[in-house]
């Protein structure tokens, strides 16, 4: 692992080195030895703090340690940082078990049935009992009905939709909208005849009769 190491105030000594590079060669057994590691080393009065931060390839993590000793402030942050990688791998191999276990749980299902229809008929009653039970379940689940139902047309007669005094295009579009119909007929000052009719997506179409 690649570890930084950056002074405000101080030097930083060859103990704390090895004890930072220690640290990092546990966490880089959880994160990957491709994670870069960034110590940075200040000081507020009487206050040590080491600001660590932690870049792997999925995974950002940032601790800090606060004591009165250097040694103790690097400590801190190390276990601090240390911890949030633990977690992090915990999360991770469960998100991974998760496909594994809906497998397991889905798959004795599937292929109970096809071994009981390639099986010959040899089993006894009460073995064959489960699986007619299971084959029924999964009949009723997935059956259709055999006649599609009939849904006979409720026609209402209306003469609104035709007008008898002939107009262009804009008026017929003005009449629709002012008798709140999606259909008119009516023909133009030239005597061809027109259906005015709205699609379902709200648009006005215009068919011309032969």
Do not use: C, W
Not at 92 to 118: D, F
Not at 160 to 171: D, G, Q, R, Y
């Amino acid at each position: 692992m690649e570890v930084e190491f950056t002074a405000r105030q101080g030097k930083i000594s060859k103990a704390q080195r090895e004890q930072a590079e220690e640290g990092m060669e546990r966490i880089g057994r959880v994160l990957g030895k491709t994670a870069i590691a960034s110590f940075v080393f200040d000081a507020q009065r009487h206050l040590q703090i080491v600001e660590l931060t932690l870049k792997a390839r999925l995974q950002t993590i940032v601790a800090t340690g606060k004591a009165d000793t250097r040694d103790a402030a690097l400590r801190e942050a190390i276990e601090h940082a240390e911890s949030q990688a633990r977690k992090h791998r915990d999360r991770r191999m469960e998100n991974k078990r998760l496909p594994k276990e809906e497998k397991v749980l889905t798959a004795p299902p599937v292929a109970r049935p096809k071994k009981a229809r390639s099986s010959e008929p040899e089993t006894s009653a009460e073995e064959e009992k489960p699986t007619r039970a299971k084959a029924r379940t999964t009949i009723a689940v997935h059956s259709f009905p055999a006649r599609e139902t009939v849904v006979e047309p409720h026609v209402i007669r209306s003469s609104e939709v035709v007008t008898l005094k002939p107009m262009t295009l804009e008026e017929a579009v003005k009449e629709a909208e002012f008798r709140d119909r999606d259909l008119l007929v009516f023909h133009s000052p030239a005597g061809d005849l027109y259906i005015l009719h709205r699609r379902r997506d709200g648009q006005m179409e215009l068919i011309e009769l032969p």
